[in-house]
């Protein structure tokens, strides 16, 4: 499976935007991008997912660059309940078994 | 809406007694999986199912059991306890493969220790 690389920790201050970034220079031309975060002591939970095109919705945004080697997941405007490990994750389109492959993540740090 | 579903949320066990973590959804989601994740890692999964009766292999799977007799229930079984083993459990299931189907909902887990 193609794996991605993200930065062990980020900071960001309330109320601004996060830019949380991930690499991914070995994915396929049908790998989906996905992007799950982890609030302390709870499951993960789905944040968006994308193929070629940026993608938006209620919680955040998604920028993937033009070759597809590398993605920004975007929180606009960072709150206190945003402090979580988010996930890079690659997904081939069909199949199960493996597909989901969480690493560390980046554990994002909002301070007030 | 419950989601899914995992019970107990605490477990504390002897090394070499057995136990079973249940894992409930619903959702009438076809697909189930159960991970682990240890201090400071990601999530590895250890067996998933992509329908009642239909089970398969994780990355991890030794030591665990799974069954898959109804669409709602994925129970995960530990043989014989390991120190090891100590961990968080996670449940996960998703309606299907496609982009559109594939968002995987976690229960809120359930935290193991093997004294």
């Known amino acids: 499976d193609a794996k991605t690389t993200q930065p062990n920790s980020m900071e960001s201050n309330e109320e601004e935007p996060v830019h949380l970034p991930c690499n991914h220079s070995?994915?396929?031309?049908?790998?989906?991008i996905h992007w799950y975060r982890q609030l302390p002591s709870q499951g993960p939970e789905y944040v968006i997912h994308g193929l070629t095109s940026n993608v938006n919705n209620r919680m955040a945004s998604l920028a993937i660059a033009e070759d597809r080697k590398s993605s920004t997941l975007i929180l606009h405007r960072a709150t206190l309940r945003d402090a979580a490990v988010y996930y890079c994750i690659l997904r081939p389109p069909t199949g199960y078994g493996q597909n989901f492959v969480f690493g560390p993540g980046t554990r994002l740090s909002v301070l007030p | 809406n419950a989601g899914v579903t995992q019970t107990p949320k605490f477990q504390v066990l002897k090394t070499g007694q057995s136990m079973t973590l249940q894992c409930a959804q619903d959702m009438n989601h076809e697909y189930m999986s159960w991970y682990r994740q240890d201090p400071g890692m990601g999530l590895r999964l250890i067996h998933y199912?992509?329908?009642?009766?239909?089970?398969d292999q994780g990355e991890v799977p030794n030591g665990y059991n799974v069954s898959r007799s109804t669409t709602e229930d994925f129970p995960l079984r530990l043989l014989s306890a390991a120190p090891s083993q100590t961990s968080v459990y996670f449940c996960?299931?998703?309606?299907?493969?496609?982009?559109?189907?594939?968002?995987?909902?976690f229960g809120e887990g359930s935290r193991l220790t093997v004294l």
């Open positions: 070995t994915i396929s031309g049908t790998d989906y």
């Open positions: 199912s992509v329908g009642a009766g239909i089970t």
């Open positions: 996960a299931s998703n309606k299907g493969q496609g982009p559109s189907t594939g968002e995987l909902f």
